[in-house]
């Protein structure tokens, strides 16, 4: 098989799989920002994170880290030679929300502002 019909599957597996999942995604993007936790003290989410990554096959999961820090890893066919490493800051900030949107944030001034 020619690498650009391999290539065309693996985009349409992955276009496939992303709205699949995409209300699901929109859920806890929404269900965080409403439940904002601030730098040190993000246990809620921390445990939303491990939680959810715990569901997902083949996902090593280790809590804890510097406190509520939460590391997934998923290993390749090959795990001894590349990676790719993805971060998410969890934190909110000390800030009061004021937008009228249906998740807004819960906890008085407290807010995700970021992105």
């Given at each position: ?17 992303s ?23 993000e ?25 509520n820090?939460?590391?997934g ?8 030679s ?24 819960k ?9």
């Amino acid at each position: 098989m020619p690498l650009w019909q391999i290539l065309s599957i693996m985009i349409d597996h992955v276009k496939a799989l992303s709205k699949k999942y995409l209300p699901r995604v929109i859920e806890l993007r929404r269900l965080i920002h409403a439940n904002p936790e601030l730098s040190w003290e993000e246990y809620e989410t921390a445990e939303l994170v491990a939680e959810e990554l715990r569901k997902l096959p083949g996902i090593e999961v280790t809590t804890g880290i510097v406190k509520n820090g939460v590391v997934g890893i998923l290993k390749g066919n090959n795990p001894d030679s590349k990676c790719i490493a993805l971060r998410a800051d969890m934190d909110a900030l000390p800030i009061q929300e004021q937008n009228t949107i249906d998740y807004c944030s819960k906890n008085e001034g407290k807010m995700h502002a970021c992105g």
